[in-house]
């Protein structure tokens, strides 16, 4: 968990000590463990070190705890039901589906970027929203986004050190304090992240997050003319700043269910245009501010459903499940995330009658 006990630093606050930056550090690098699962290359190893899925998703479980038939990330969310509506602005850019047809149905899921799912609502600054769209034709497109503008480093192995850095030493249970300022130190291009996660505050709400793909992808049109993107969905009509998150564990679902009960919730779903010479395989690099960016249509979010039987809780959001028009980038932790997946996903599916029955769901 995030330790959110000291105030963040920023205007009108003294800077932190030296064991305020420690412990903030270390509190960073369990958000950054629980924010994006486990990795590695579809074809199981991760040269040279030969790292597995299975590995990958072992050493998660060492760090979050195991908890049968949850996903062992992301552990605690609700599903959501309803629609995208595309506009015009997406279509000479991709041949997909999804942005010709009105109206595509969706299935998606917000979510605590955490291995526990019994963990409070302000335990950690990051939210994320998973989404699944079904074209006419049966093709899907899954997206896992979150509320972060970057991720802290650029390749699988940098993240398997990561979540060693973090891991209990067998002698102590608890993590060595100064590893975790080590590997940041001998990893700068983790700045932007840490710059960003510094002044972050747990948001009171899904509704008023931004959620973004972090990842690049290619859009490619009828002709086969390819385009680098990002995307993300970006609320509307809320209050986008958002209400710092009140003391306690479960207030992100009640809201959301209430908020629902007044009405559709909407997102609109913006995509940014790589330039020539944007980093578009490594997802620690943000792109300039001044991107031309798509208006590609609308996310309607109409209702919810409980994640122990709702629709999506036995759906894998693997960001390389894509139709025809939209292509994964050669950013590694794209492959890296699809097959870390699928190693949670046959766990957690093996797992679904230890899942806590109807009357302990409220914990959730």
């Known amino acids: 968990m995030v330790d959110r006990s000291s105030p963040p630093t920023g205007p009108g606050r003294p800077p932190l000590s030296a064991a305020s930056l420690t412990l903030r550090l ?7 463990a629980a924010l994006a699962g486990a990795f590695a290359y579809v074809n199981g190893t991760l040269d040279p070190q030969r790292l597995t899925p299975k590995d990958l998703v072992n050493v998660l479980e060492k760090n979050n705890g195991v908890h049968p038939g949850f996903r062992r ?6 599903c959501v039901i309803g629609h995208f509506e595309s506009s015009s602005q997406a279509r000479e850019y991709s041949s997909a589906q999804v942005f010709s047809e009105a109206r595509t149905p969706v299935v998606g899921r917000f979510a605590l970027p955490a291995g526990n799912p019994y963990a409070p609502d302000n335990s950690v600054p990051i939210r994320s929203l998973a989404l699944r769209f079904t074209q006419a034709n049966g093709q899907q497109w899954r997206t896992g986004m979150n509320s972060m503008p970057v991720f802290p480093v650029g390749t699988p192995e940098a993240f398997y050190q990561l979540q060693q850095a973090q891991s209990p030493d067998p002698a102590t249970g608890k993590p060595n304090p100064a590893a975790v300022p080590a590997f940041f130190a001998a990893h700068p291009e983790a ?11 747990p948001s009171a709400s899904y509704a008023t997050e931004t959620y973004n793909s972090v990842n690049a992808f ?18 509307v009509a809320q209050d986008a700043a958002g209400a710092t998150a009140p003391e306690g564990g479960d207030f992100l679902e009640k809201d959301l269910v209430q908020r629902l009960s007044a009405g559709p919730l909407r997102w609109q779903l913006n995509i940014t245009l790589a330039n020539p010479g944007d ?4 997802a620690s690099k943000a792109w300039p501010v001044d991107r031309k960016v798509l ?46 997946y699928a190693r949670s996903y046959l766990r957690r599916t093996s797992e679904v009658k230890q899942l806590p029955n109807d009357k302990q769901e409220s914990r959730q």
């Open 73 to 78: 990330n992301h552990a605690k969310g609700v």
């Open 295 to 340: 208006n590609a249509g609308t996310l309607v979010l109409e209702s919810t459903q409980p994640q122990l039987n709702g629709e999506c809780r036995d759906i894998n959001y693997d960001p390389l499940i894509l139709p025809s028009g939209i292509e994964g980038s050669d950013d590694p932790l794209l492959a890296a995330r699809s097959a870390g």
């Open 26 to 32: 270390t509190g960073i690098a369990v958000v950054v």
């Open 218 to 235: 290619y859009l490619v049109n009828a002709v086969g003319q390819r385009q680098a993107v990002r995307w993300s969905m970006t609320p």
């Open 279 to 282: 980093s578009v395989n490594d």
């Open 191 to 201: 700045v932007p992240f840490l710059t960003w996660v510094k002044t972050a505050k």
